[in-house]
């Protein structure tokens, strides 16, 4: 606890509770700063408490979400950029190391972010998963997490990372599909417990599902495509509930999809969108026919898990087949597009904007906290 108290000169004379409603407010790096003033406030800030209510004020502050941008094909490669979701297209941004990478650097990609910690996995010949990290851009922490198993486990592998509420515990789902599995439609789980730094195997087995897109967490859950077929089109999406540990469903409506949509499923993208599920559609004959310009759409889940309330918000036209990135905080879309280019497109007003990113980026959203590993 503070002490405001007049016998000791270590501490600010601020009542606890007003130097709790100001530290709340700032950034990460003025409250790193801020636990160098004295014993009772580097108590405070590293309180879990504070690290929750600190997390949750940061969660509805447009000027503490960034864009990290990994680009392993860049000149620098142990430096990531973290752009302002405010000013996007403006040149500046900041950099901050990677401390993680080897030497020489290795590829690695973005599992997913949570809460402010971002999982990203080290990728080789035969896949990704053998080395994996969590990590806090902010704080400047990072922790290798140990292998799952064997390095001769190889095989086509899913991850996804998430927080477990209810246990207040950071895990990443690992699903190994051998051949035989992924012809039985069914794959091997294990899953990552920072609380006890350990890994455990789940048993039953998991549903197969789209393999190169990366899981979207959302309301306690991961989410993939499915890749049941059923007449040449993907119906559904994959949810594990992160602090159950058990898999489910939510079907997709038949309005969602274009006629003759055989192909669909590398053209969609999930992400979210103001805290509801929304589904990016690449459609239109730019798919096959590069010159041509391709149809996008947005829906949204309203209530989520009610296949009945997917709501279309609005379609757009942009040159060529594009790929999708995800969406910023005030709900601006993170796209490339042919010829080479990031760009954003704002909704409201249907213009595009330029980005100063690679299209080889690693893009992941991410707000600021003191999440500790």
Not at 30 to 42: A, D, F, G, Q
Request: aromatic share 10%; hydrophobic share 40%.
């Amino acid at each position: 606890m503070m002490s405001s108290s007049s016998d000791n000169d270590d501490d600010p004379k601020l009542p606890h509770d007003v130097a709790i409603e100001v530290l709340k407010r700032l950034p990460v790096k003025s409250l790193l700063r801020c636990k160098c003033v004295c014993r009772s406030w580097r108590s405070a800030i590293d309180d879990p408490r504070f690290v929750a209510l600190h997390l949750s004020h940061s969660a509805l502050d447009a000027s503490r979400w960034h864009l990290v941008c990994l680009d392993w094909c860049g000149p620098v490669q142990n430096r990531c950029s973290l752009l302002s979701h405010q000013s996007l297209a403006l040149p500046s941004r900041s950099q901050t190391e990677i401390p993680f990478v080897t030497t020489p650097p290795g590829s690695y990609l973005i599992v997913g972010s949570c809460n402010g910690l971002i999982c990203v996995t080290e990728c080789s010949r035969d896949g990704y998963g053998r080395a994996m990290y969590l990590w806090n851009p902010f704080t400047r922490k990072h922790k290798a997490v140990r292998r799952p198993g064997p390095d001769m486990e190889t095989g086509r592998m899913v991850l996804g990372f998430g927080f477990d509420a209810r246990s207040i515990d950071y895990k990443i789902v690992r699903i190994l599909y051998f051949p035989d599995d992924y012809r039985r439609r069914s794959g091997r789980v294990k899953i990552y417990s920072l609380l006890t730094d350990s890994w455990r195997s789940l048993e039953g087995e998991a549903p197969a599902f789209r393999l190169d897109n990366r899981a979207v967490f959302l309301n306690g859950n991961l989410h993939w495509f499915a890749s049941y077929r059923n007449e040449g089109r993907y119906r559904s999406i994959v949810s594990f509930d992160v602090a159950g540990e058990v898999f489910d469903e939510m079907a997709l409506l038949e309005e969602i999809f274009p006629v003759d949509s055989v192909y669909l499923l590398s053209y969609m993208y999930m992400a979210v969108l103001n805290d509801s599920l929304a589904v990016f559609i690449n459609g239109g004959e730019a798919v096959d026919h590069p010159e041509l310009d391709s149809v996008c759409s947005v829906w949204v889940m309203r209530d989520y898990g009610v296949p009945e309330s997917w709501t279309k918000l609005y379609n757009f036209k942009a040159s060529g087949p594009v790929g999708f990135d995800g969406f910023t905080w005030n709900g601006e879309l993170l796209i490339k597009i042919s010829g080479g280019e990031q760009v954003s497109w704002n909704p409201i007003t249907g213009q595009f904007a330029n980005l100063p990113l690679s299209t080889t980026c690693n893009l992941v959203t991410v707000v600021e906290s003191l999440v500790s590993l």
